[in-house]
Every structure is written in structure tokens, then in C-alpha cells.
T-cell receptor
């Protein structure tokens, strides 16, 4: 069983609020990822990190920001939530292997965010 | 390009075989994966295949890879109601910073 955790699991919040979605892993993985999952199932990579103090934007433009101050922790923040941010957010991690080789990503259970 | 495509829905009867298909466009893929997502949960790796293999079998799961047609399939034998989930194929590309490119997912529904 993967040791990657996300809190909260469900969040309903009003427009304009600042929120932080937490993601932690205990596997010592260097690489971490945030995905946004549409109601239609498709996964979109919004942020990733190679390690401490490294963050990159993914394929889908997102108004969220991330930080990586500790290896095990990769929080995602929305400064001012809007209804368009309503979605499922999935966090994942993997070992720090070089690109092009076997890369299993371990996923957290997700946070379902609803912005009213 | 880095497009990975799947059909959106598949329904089968319990006990039948399920075949979920995936096509990809980048022939330099090194590894291809199948992930499973159960309702309300994250994704979990089911199986994977290295690009120099044609087939891989793991209990009820059989993965077939046709590199010429850039086609990947997952066959589930004796499908059970617990197999109902969303199945994602994914590929690893050399030099890709994001490591994995996922398909759009196939919702498998197993009917009793």
C-alpha cells in the first residue's frame, strides 16, 4: 500500500477563500506531482517537483501554486478559490529516476474540492 | 506528439473477458503502464510492459503491445464486479520531464 496522504478528502468552500491542499509521502521519493481530474475522468498535470526547492508548471495552466520545502511535503495553494476550481485534485510521487526509464507513480486518495 | 487515446466506456457481463484498448502516437515510448482507479480513490499501478516486449501476463491480466500500430491493450479474464473502475494507460517517454503521459481513461462497468 502506498504511503501517500492527502487532506482534506473533501472540501466545500465559498468563492474568494484561500485554501491549501496537503500532500505528504513517507517513501522518501524525490519527485512529486499534482494532477487535476475532470469530471469526465481525464488527468491533467498541473505541477511537479524534482526535489526540495524545485517546482515546475505542468501541461494545464493553473492558478494554484505549490511549494516544496521538505522532501515529504508538497502542498498546493489557491489564493482565491472560484467555482471553476471545482475538481478532484490528485497528488502522486515517484523515485527520482532519470527520464525514460521505469517510473511507477504512487497516488494519494485525492481531494474533492467544491467551490460555491 | 504525446497523445494517448482510449475509448471512454466499456460494459461487460460478469465472467466474460474485458479488453481495454489504448493507442499512442510516440514510438519512442520506453515503458507503458495500466493504472486502475476505483471510485473515490487515487490511481494504482496494475501492470506495465517494457517496449521491447509483445506480451505480458500476470494472473487474470494480459497486456499486448503492438509497436508497429502503436497499440496497447489490457485483457481481464473472468471479469468480476470488483473490476469495475476507470482504467488509464500511460507511457514513459525518454527525455520527458513529466515522466508519465496518461490516456483519457476507460470506465469499465461489469454487469451481474
Amino acid at each position: 500500500e502506498a504511503d501517500i496522504y492527502q487532506t482534506p478528502r473533501y472540501l466545500v468552500i465559498g468563492t474568494g477563500k484561500k485554501i491549501t491542499l496537503e500532500c505528504s509521502q513517507t517513501m522518501g521519493h524525490d519527485k512529486m506531482y499534482w494532477y487535476q481530474q475532470d469530471p469526465g475522468m481525464e488527468l491533467h498535470l498541473i505541477h511537479y517537483s524534482y526535489g526540495v526547492n524545485s517546482t515546475e508548471k505542468g501541461d494545464l495552466s493553473s492558478e494554484s501554486t505549490v511549494s516544496r520545502i521538505r522532501t515529504e511535503h508538497f502542498p498546493l495553494t489557491l489564493e482565491s478559490a472560484r467555482p471553476s476550481h471545482t475538481s478532484q485534485y490528485l497528488c502522486a510521487s515517484s523515485e527520482g529516476v532519470t527520464s525514460g526509464v521505469y517510473n511507477e507513480q504512487f497516488f494519494g486518495p485525492g481531494t474533492r474540492l467544491t467551490v460555491l | 506528439g504525446e497523445d494517448v487515446e482510449q475509448s471512454l466506456f466499456l460494459s461487460v457481463r460478469e465472467g466474460d473477458s474485458s479488453v481495454i484498448n489504448c493507442t499512442y502516437t510516440d514510438s519512442s515510448s520506453t515503458y507503458l503502464y495500466w493504472y486502475k482507479q476505483e471510485p473515490g480513490a487515487g490511481l494504482q499501478l496494475l501492470t506495465y510492459i517494457f517496449s521491447n516486449m509483445d506480451m505480458k501476463q500476470d494472473q487474470r491480466l494480459t497486456v499486448l503491445l503492438n509497436k508497429k500500430d502503436k497499440h496497447l491493450s489490457l485483457r481481464i479474464a473472468d471479469t468480476q464486479t470488483g473490476d469495475s473502475a476507470i482504467y488509464f494507460c500511460a507511457e514513459t517517454l525518454p527525455g520527458s520531464a513529466r515522466q508519465l503521459t496518461f490516456g483519457s481513461g476507460t470506465q469499465l462497468t461489469v454487469l451481474p
